[in-house]
Nanobody, 122 residues
Framework: QVQLTEIGGGSVQAGGSMTLSCVAS????????MGWFRQVAGKEREGVAVIWAGGETSYADSVKGRFTISQDKVQATLTLQMTSLNPEDTAMYYC????????????????WGQGTQVTVSS
């Protein structure tokens, strides 16, 4: 069973930067996709950025040019660098993995971290 642990999060002022990390352990199978998702209370979880095992990335329109997703396969770590943060980025951020290809559909991801809160104040 894969275990995912998000590290980072907290509070930052608008315009600031923050880096989230997700450490994976207990790999029993290779994965084809890792991703970051976020959820605001009362709203559906949405995709932020995903990265294929080969390194190809994709971003939600709302974060393009501001967020960067990367992976370190040796350390089994997924990172999300966030810049130019604004209050609309406030959410609980989750990392997720799946054996299949990347998708924006949250329902296809079977492995999730516990989440880390990011709060951006104006």
């Amino acid at each position: 069973q894969v275990q995912l642990t998000e590290i980072g999060g907290g509070s930052v002022q608008a315009g600031g930067s923050m880096t989230l990390s997700c450490v994976a352990s207990g790999w029993t199978r290779s994965y084809n996709c890792m991703g970051w998702f976020r959820q605001v209370a009362g709203k559906e979880r949405e995709g932020v950025a995903v990265i294929w095992a080969g390194g190809e990335t994709s971003y939600a329109d709302s974060v393009k040019g501001r967020f960067t997703i990367s992976q370190d396969k040796v350390q089994a770590t997924l990172t999300l660098q966030m810049t130019s943060l604004n209050p609309e980025d406030t959410a609980m951020y989750y990392c997720a993995t799946r054996v299949g290809g990347c998708s924006w559909q949250t329902s296809v991801y079977k492995n999730w971290g516990q989440g880390t809160q990011v709060t951006v104040s104006s």
